[in-house]
């Protein structure tokens, strides 16, 4: 078994049922624990409902902090987003994500899909700058440099395999696939789970603050 | 052997002109990457060759190998190398049969003992009786003749890598002649079938400098084998543009976009099909249409569907998935109810101690 094999056989197989499984398990597992009902009365009679707007309106810091957090957040949004469009754009992926759920669009083209993934990689290389020149900032743990190397692998390793850089294409490809596989097993697990929690977590901040009458 | 006739005066008797020749010298001084100013050398070493003696072993085969070689339209100098060389021994060709054929192999073997060159194509079954010629194993037969080789040349993927008689689940459990042979020097020059131009040049090679191509780490000849296809295809510019035929009669596929989708193998396949073409240079099938099927590569038969992109994982089935989903729901759902009972537990303790303070 070659290693492009490997990775597009076992590897990639058993790292997708580890995620789906480890999803499933951390979301349930905390959303089942439900928390017990605030008795008290609202201070507002819409307030639980108007609570769900922190999933958006925390979406950008509030005004006071705007000038002090522009960089992180900008460059966030940038990594991000052009993260979500080269998953999502790029035609070998469209194909991968096709061959499991037979959801199929249109891709983009190779340049712009590249661009995406230079500036990926280069907000997610200003980001560790930025939390390993303030650590006070960021009270950083093992687990956090672990998902740092985690995410930056698979970007890596894709542009290395689109432009077969440092080494055969199918290597390269192996390596890309392995990395997201590596990807895949520690996303449950990690602080990656943001991916799902920043909604829940939004809500329930908003629902208390809004319960207890707190400008959101 | 002596007063066999040299391959020059074979080319001449056949009317090729020493112009043609050396046009054919000077394409496959090329494509093997040697220096153009080798090639009015290699014409008169090759030209003043008296026949090599070759023993060609057919085994777990489908013939298209030899076919490639030898049913070309108009005789090629490719095919009159071939022709020139193989007449030892070539089970599927010769005339004769049975003891007689064994006979000849047998003789030319001895007679040319450390010598000779052994070409095989298909691969070798390890269970007993799967395959024999003239009551010997496909087994016994390599394992005898390729004792005294000089070399040995695997011509198409089944000897090189065990090809369609290899794929899952391997009935005869067949094996690569690399895997039974360690101690000569091998080459590899894999397809399905090979190019006709990657075999002579090979043995063009052997003949003009007295020694086996440089190989990759598949063992195959680095001047046939070295480039991607993926890298060298016309269509490429269409994949760049993210233009895709998505079935084989659409527009895409009118207009000659990338076969990507439809399951071209060529960006994991390394071979010369796209530079060299097929019958004489005509084409090659991503030129007509279909994607590349990866033939020069080891397992090519079982790396996913012919018609399933390089991208698919192989992830067979999506209701694997399924059941992972809802393992990690029940998983879940079960740590969940766990740790409510253990909130009540604790609770309920805390208010037991709560009213005994009391
Ligand atoms: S490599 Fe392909 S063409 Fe050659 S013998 Fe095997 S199946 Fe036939
Ligand atoms: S047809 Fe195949 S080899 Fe040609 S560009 Fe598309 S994927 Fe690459």
């Given at each position: 078994?070659?290693?492009?094999?490997?990775?597009?056989?076992?590897?990639?197989?058993?790292?997708?049922?580890?995620?789906?499984?480890?999803?499933?398990?951390?979301?349930?597992?905390?959303?089942?624990?439900?928390?017990?009902?605030d008795l008290?009365?609202?201070?507002?009679?819409?307030?639980?409902?108007?609570?769900?707007?922190?999933?958006?309106?925390?979406?950008?810091?509030?005004?006071?902090?705007?000038?002090?957090?522009?960089?992180?957040?900008?460059?966030?949004?940038?990594?991000?987003?052009?993260?979500?469009?080269?998953?999502f754009?790029?035609?070998?992926?469209?194909?991968?994500?096709?061959?499991?759920?037979?959801?199929?669009w249109?891709?983009?083209?190779?340049?712009v899909?590249?661009?995406?993934?230079v500036?990926?990689?280069?907000?997610?290389?200003a980001?560790?700058?930025?939390?390993?020149?303030?650590?006070?900032?960021?009270?950083?743990?093992?687990?956090?440099?672990?998902?740092?190397?985690?995410?930056?692998?698979?970007?890596?390793?894709?542009?290395?395999?689109?432009?077969?850089?440092?080494?055969?294409?199918?290597?390269?490809?192996?390596?890309?696939?392995?990395?997201v596989?590596?990807?895949?097993i520690?996303?449950?697990?990690?602080?990656?789970?943001?991916?799902?929690?920043?909604?829940?977590?939004?809500?329930q901040?908003?629902?208390?603050?809004?319960?207890?009458?707190?400008?959101? | 052997?002596?007063?066999?006739?040299?391959?020059?005066?074979?080319?001449?008797?056949?009317?090729?002109?020493?112009?043609?020749?050396?046009?054919?010298?000077?394409?496959?001084?090329?494509?093997?990457?040697?220096?153009?100013?080798?090639?009015?050398?290699?014409?008169?070493?090759?030209?003043?060759?008296?026949?090599?003696?070759?023993i060609?072993?057919?085994?777990?085969?489908?013939?298209?190998?030899?076919?490639?070689?030898?049913?070309?339209?108009?005789?090629?100098?490719?095919?009159?190398?071939?022709?020139?060389?193989?007449?030892?021994y070539?089970?599927?060709?010769?005339?004769?049969?049975?003891?007689?054929?064994?006979?000849?192999?047998?003789?030319?073997?001895?007679?040319?003992?450390?010598?000779?060159?052994?070409?095989?194509?298909?691969?070798?079954?390890?269970?007993?009786?799967?395959?024999t010629?003239?009551?010997?194993?496909?087994?016994?037969?390599?394992?005898?003749?390729?004792?005294?080789?000089?070399?040995?040349?695997?011509?198409?993927?089944?000897?090189?890598?065990?090809?369609?008689?290899?794929?899952?689940?391997?009935?005869?459990?067949?094996?690569?002649?690399?895997?039974?042979?360690?101690?000569?020097?091998?080459?590899?020059v894999?397809?399905?079938?090979?190019?006709?131009l990657?075999?002579?040049?090979?043995?063009?090679h052997?003949?003009?400098?007295?020694?086996?191509?440089?190989?990759?780490?598949?063992?195959?000849?680095?001047?046939?084998?070295?480039?991607?296809?993926?890298?060298?295809?016309?269509?490429?510019?269409?994949?760049?543009?993210?233009?895709?035929?998505?079935?084989?009669?659409?527009?895409?596929?009118?207009?000659?976009?990338?076969?990507?989708?439809?399951?071209?193998?060529?960006?994991?396949?390394?071979?010369?099909?796209?530079?060299?073409?097929?019958?004489?240079?005509?084409?090659?099938?991503?030129?007509?249409?279909?994607?590349?099927?990866?033939?020069?590569?080891?397992?090519?038969?079982?790396?996913?569907?012919?018609?399933?992109?390089?991208?698919?994982?192989?992830?067979?089935?999506?209701?694997?998935?399924?059941?992972?989903?809802?393992?990690?729901?029940?998983?879940?759902?079960?740590?969940?109810?766990?740790?409510?009972?253990?909130?009540?537990?604790?609770?309920?303790?805390?208010?037991?101690?709560?009213?005994?303070?009391?």
């Open positions: 078994m070659s290693l492009l094999e490997f990775a597009r056989g076992p590897a990639i197989h058993w790292s997708l049922i580890i995620l789906t499984v480890g999803i499933l398990w951390r979301l349930l597992g905390v959303l089942a624990l439900t928390r017990g009902a008290s009365r609202p201070r507002d009679a819409f307030g639980n409902f108007k609570g769900y707007r922190t999933v958006f309106s925390r979406s950008w810091p509030a005004g006071e902090f705007t000038t002090a957090t522009m960089f992180q957040t900008s460059v966030a949004y940038v990594f991000h987003l052009s993260t979500l469009i080269v998953v754009g790029v035609t070998p992926h469209i194909e991968f994500i096709t061959g499991l759920t037979g959801w199929a249109p891709g983009l083209p190779n340049a899909g590249v661009g995406f993934g500036m990926a990689l280069g907000s997610l290389l980001m560790i700058l930025r939390r390993l020149s303030k650590p006070a900032v960021y009270c950083s743990n093992t687990g956090d440099f672990i998902t740092w190397v985690l995410v930056a692998l698979p970007l890596l390793t894709g542009l290395l395999a689109f432009g077969h850089l440092g080494a055969r294409y199918e290597t390269l490809l192996a390596l890309h696939i392995l990395s596989c590596a990807l895949f520690w996303f449950p697990f990690s602080k990656l789970m943001h991916a799902f929690w920043f909604v829940f977590s939004r809500a901040s908003g629902i208390v603050y809004a319960h207890k009458g707190v400008r959101i | 052997m002596s007063n066999s006739p040299s391959l020059g005066e074979v080319l001449d008797s056949q009317g090729f002109s020493r112009r043609d020749f050396l046009r054919f010298c000077t394409a496959a001084a090329s494509v093997m990457a040697l220096p153009a100013s080798i090639a009015p050398t290699m014409a008169e070493a090759l030209a003043a060759t008296r026949r090599p003696s070759v060609w072993l057919s085994f777990q085969e489908c013939t298209g190998c030899t076919e490639a070689l030898t049913r070309s339209a108009a005789p090629s100098i490719e095919s009159l190398i071939f022709n020139f060389i193989s007449l030892d070539h089970h599927t060709l010769q005339a004769a049969a049975g003891d007689a054929a064994e006979h000849a192999r047998e003789q030319a073997e001895e007679a040319n003992a450390g010598q000779y060159l052994v070409l095989v194509d298909g691969s070798v079954p390890t269970r007993a009786h799967c395959s010629i003239a009551g010997i194993s496909n087994l016994d037969m390599l394992k005898t003749s390729a004792a005294n080789a000089a070399a040995i040349i695997n011509i198409g993927t089944c000897s090189a890598y065990g090809g369609l008689p290899m794929a899952e689940p391997n009935p005869t459990g067949a094996v690569p002649v690399g895997e039974i042979i360690t101690d000569k020097p091998i080459v590899n894999p397809g399905c079938p090979p190019m006709p990657a075999i002579t040049g090979v043995i063009a052997y003949l003009t400098l007295g020694q086996l191509p440089p190989t990759d780490h598949l063992g195959r000849p680095l001047a046939f084998f070295g480039e991607n296809i993926h890298d060298r295809c016309y269509r490429r510019p269409f994949y760049d543009r993210g233009q895709f035929a998505e079935s084989f009669d659409d527009e895409g596929a009118r207009k000659g976009w990338c076969l990507y989708k439809l399951g071209c193998k060529a960006p994991v396949t390394y071979n010369a099909c796209a530079n060299l073409k097929w019958n004489q240079g005509t084409s090659f099938p991503i030129q007509s249409g279909h994607g590349c099927l990866g033939c020069s590569e080891p397992r090519f038969w079982d790396a996913g569907g012919f018609y399933e992109s390089v991208a698919r994982g192989r992830f067979e089935t999506g209701s694997k998935l399924g059941l992972a989903a809802a393992g990690g729901a029940a998983a879940g759902a079960a740590a969940a109810v766990l740790a409510q009972r253990k909130k009540k537990r604790l609770a309920a303790e805390h208010a037991e101690q709560d009213s005994d303070a009391h």
